[in-house]
């Protein structure tokens, strides 16, 4: 399974304790696997950075948050353990964010599709625009949101998650997602959304770091069989994307 060159992770920590955690893959933030690793590494790292209180996390662009899964290398899986080691790089970055000390911001500024509302669900308290709607698609190109799934439906329920499955052509709008539970807050433009982030961040950073500590263990309470359970849902998604269906429908994407 090829690497891709034009992915891209930037880490910034400021004198308040509060990380920035940027990945990028142009043009619409894909996941490759090798993004996926090194998300998760990078999660970890800053889990384990005494000079960190917070971690944003947030792509890069205007335009999308992220698009899930590298479509280029879903067609380029041609067995099983390659398929599970794919989509194992989602339950890195999920069970990284759930095990990290810190807690962590989502900053959502466009569309996120997939694997990206995936990440959404994974961050402690997740802001977004207008602009970003959300799409489940696995369905359509044969596939199922299964490694994503504890994550999205923790935050908005598995009625909720159900509908968004069976319904993979169709974009939710923010407001929807706001309203189930997905993002806690929603701001009409990109400046405005920044400006309450750096409100709130500023002002977690100055919190007990062990009571923020404690209070990220309760917000992922009964969720430790996630390091089992996600990596089983890899090895579905891995048989997944083998089927002949699918590979018809990435041709066609």
């Not at 290398?73 to 990284?96: P, T, Y």
């Not at 400006?195 to 007990?208: K, P, V």
Request: proline share 3%; with cysteine.
């Amino acid at each position: 399974m090829q690497n891709s060159s034009s992915t891209n992770l930037d880490i910034s920590i400021a004198s308040s304790g509060v990380a920035t955690l940027t990945f990028s893959h142009p043009p619409t933030n894909a996941m490759p696997i090798v993004l996926l690793e090194d998300l998760a590494n990078a999660i970890e790292k800053l889990a384990e950075d005494s000079k960190v209180q917070i971690i944003i996390l947030q792509s890069g662009g205007e335009r999308t948050f992220c698009s899930g899964a590298d479509f280029n290398q879903l067609l380029a899986i041609d067995n099983l353990e390659d398929g599970k080691i794919f989509f194992s790089g989602f339950a890195k970055v999920i069970n990284a964010c759930r095990k990290s000390s810190k807690i962590i911001i989502g900053r959502v500024q466009g569309k996120a599709v997939g694997g990206g509302v995936g990440l959404a669900a994974a961050t402690d308290y997740c802001f977004a625009t207008q602009a970003a709607s959300i799409k489940l698609s696995e369905l359509h190109i044969g596939i199922i949101p299964a490694v994503i799934e504890p994550a999205v439906s923790r935050k908005i329920g598995l009625s909720s998650f159900s509908k968004m499955s069976l319904k993979p052509t169709e974009f939710y709008s923010a407001q929807w997602a706001f309203e189930q539970g997905l993002f806690y807050e929603v701001h009409e433009t990109i400046a405005e959304m920044d400006e309450a982030i750096a409100r709130m961040t500023e002002q977690l950073a100055t919190y007990n770091p062990e009571g923020l500590q404690e209070l990220k263990k309760i917000l992922w309470q009964d969720t430790a069989h996630w390091d089992t359970l996600l990596y089983e849902r890899a090895e579905i998604s891995g048989k997944l994307v083998l089927s002949e269906f699918t590979k018809q429908a990435l041709r066609k994407v």
